[in-house]
């Protein structure tokens, strides 16, 4: 399509949708088909920035997530496990994407959509920031970046979408726009249905409640079917790496769970070449057992009526160049401390002064990774 000059907002017709399915359809249409057109059509804005986020006030996406706590924590100032480096940059990533989203708009009808408005009728103490709202076409969108297409949007998100729809004066119809980072080509956008009255109540009384929490200094209780080895508390990055809440230690390790520490490359070569060799001496452990209690065994039962004739020392073969003795034991005496110790406690006492305590020793043993 060759270069188009700027055009006016008279210029430009306005779509009009029944439902968000039609508008998701549309819109999804309308990104694929800038992916099509020359690329000096589409332009980012660089002067533009994210709006800052407000640090003392409850936001939306904390409301949507079923585990209220991130919120608590970071609105009391509870310091995180880390500062991942990796968290910004996807954040920056998210951004360009939702930049890319708009330049689409903003070629095709300049002027028409608001970008980084904040919701108009949340509740006091809650904040949220709309992606994109087309006001003359009633259409909120909200943009979303991810590793993969990987289908419809997470339960939090659409919940999250439906709460700023919910308390806009308008009532817009929802959309999601999921662009994926690798391929802008898998770009898909998905209605976001929602009951305005039951949203706006629901999000009064989450917010209410967080709030007392937090007034209260009554931590959140972890969410019911949460598990510190699954995901969202921990999950597994495509690069094989565990990651985990930024507020793990304040959850699980708090509560007594224990969890792998995160490892090093170093650590996990290590690991792969010790655990090679503990499955080669397992193998060796298991074969000689065998033969001690299998074929060994059932010979020294032949040679035993000729050593309780002759005697526990016999000559051997003269290529052997050894002897055979045999060494009979006595029945080694133990006593049950623990039916001793309950039956008189004082038998402990008395006995203390003697105890001993061996050095300490190590085993590693290998265990099965949570799905």
Not at 137 to 147: G, W
Not at 220 to 235: E, H, T
Not at 286 to 299: C, N, T, Y
Not at 357 to 362: L, N, Q, S, T
Request: with cysteine; net charge neutral.
């Amino acid at each position: 399509m060759p270069a188009q000059g700027p055009r006016t907002c008279d210029e430009v017709e306005t779509p009009t949708f029944t439902t968000a399915a039609d508008a998701a359809a549309w819109t999804e249409g309308v990104l694929k088909g800038a992916l099509r057109q020359a690329p000096e059509n589409i332009h980012l804005d660089s002067r533009s920035t994210a709006t800052p986020r407000q640090e003392d006030v409850i936001h939306v996406t904390e409301l949507a997530q079923d585990c209220k706590r991130l919120a608590y924590f970071r609105i009391t100032g509870v310091p995180r496990d880390y500062v991942d480096a990796a968290d910004a940059h996807w954040a920056h990533e998210g951004w360009l994407k939702e930049q890319w989203t708009r330049a689409v708009f903003r070629a095709a009808w300049p002027g028409r959509l608001r970008y980084q408005m904040p919701v108009p009728m949340l509740p006091a103490g809650v904040a949220g920031t709309l992606d994109l709202f087309w006001k003359d076409a009633n259409v909120l969108y909200d943009v979303k970046s991810r590793s993969v297409n990987t289908g419809p949007p997470y339960e939090k998100d659409r919940k999250q979408v439906a709460t700023y729809a919910a308390h806009m004066p308008t009532y817009p119809l929802a959309v999601i726009i999921h662009v994926p980072r690798e391929n802008l080509s898998e770009v898909a956008c998905y209605p976001v249905e929602y009951d305005a009255a039951k949203v706006r109540t629901t999000t009064v009384a989450d917010a209410a409640q967080l709030q007392a929490a937090i007034d209260l200094k009554q931590v959140p209780q972890i969410p019911d079917g949460y598990d510190a080895l699954q995901f969202p508390c921990s999950f597994r990055q495509r690069d094989g790496e565990t990651k985990r809440c930024p507020y793990f230690s304040n959850c699980w390790q708090a509560a007594g769970v224990v969890v792998p520490a995160p490892s090093t490359p170093m650590m996990q070569d290590l690991m792969r070449r010790h655990r090679a060799l503990s499955e080669e001496a397992t193998r060796l452990e298991k074969e000689a057992e065998g033969i001690r209690h299998g074929p060994r065994k059932d010979l020294e039962q032949q040679m035993a009526a000729y050593f309780d004739t002759f005697g526990n020392f016999v000559a051997g073969p003269a290529d052997m160049a050894v002897d055979l003795k045999r060494i009979v034991y006595a029945g080694r005496t133990t006593y049950d401390t623990g039916k001793a110790f309950a039956k008189d406690p004082e038998i402990e006492r008395r006995l203390e002064p003697f105890k001993k305590v061996g050095d300490e020793y190590f085993q590693h043993r290998y265990v099965q990774r949570k799905a």
